[in-house]
């Protein structure tokens, strides 16, 4: 059951327009959480974030199903005429599948599950799809983001980086001590 915090929050991020999948991101980090605190565990990192997803989906969040789900193959089956959000699982139902989760390991939120989960995931978007999600995010970030952002290249560009940044910042010094 997700949190006031986190409806709050994806309203928040309803409001300034940003998209389904930012907003349902909020269910998805607290489901995290829960899992890391122990509430309950998860299989995978695809797990937790499946469960985060789909209470985004309870909440009215209209957050697309998977590419490939939603088109009907040859052999999927057809959906019932009765919605399924309209249907309530049997409480028996709804602690059976409580109990199991909490039986899983919290490793499935570990900073290097989620990592290995993001790496694959990137692996399986042609670099176009990357780069077109990364342009857009830089359109979309206001000053504010933009200037953490670049703070943060500086800080993690290595070595090499930070001296030559050193040493423009030094050039740039001279130059205004100078008067030019």
């Known amino acids: 059951m997700p949190t006031e915090n986190a409806k709050a929050r994806a309203r928040k991020d309803q409001r300034e327009g940003k998209s389904a999948s930012t907003q349902a991101g909020e269910f998805v980090r607290e489901e995290i959480h829960h899992v890391r605190e122990g509430k309950h565990g998860a299989r995978s990192a695809k797990q937790a974030i499946a469960i985060g997803l789909s209470q985004a989906r309870r909440a009215g969040i209209p957050v697309p199903a998977k590419a490939g789900a939603a088109v009907a193959g040859k052999g999927s089956r057809k959906q019932p005429a009765v919605k399924t959000a309209a ?4 409480a028996k139902r709804s602690r059976a599948s409580t109990q199991a989760l909490q039986r899983e ?3 499935a939120a570990s900073k290097t599950a989620l990592a290995r989960h993001a790496r694959k995931a990137a692996a399986a978007r042609t670099a176009a799809e990357r780069s077109a999600s990364a342009q857009k995010g830089a359109r979309t970030k206001a000053a504010e983001g933009r200037k953490a952002t670049a703070k943060k290249a500086t800080r993690t560009k290595g070595t090499a ?4 940044a050193a040493q423009r910042a030094a050039r740039t010094r001279t130059m205004r001590a100078r008067g030019g």
């Open 105 to 107: 390991g919290t490793a």
């Open 161 to 164: 980086g930070r001296a030559a």
């Open 87 to 90: 249907k309530r699982a049997s």
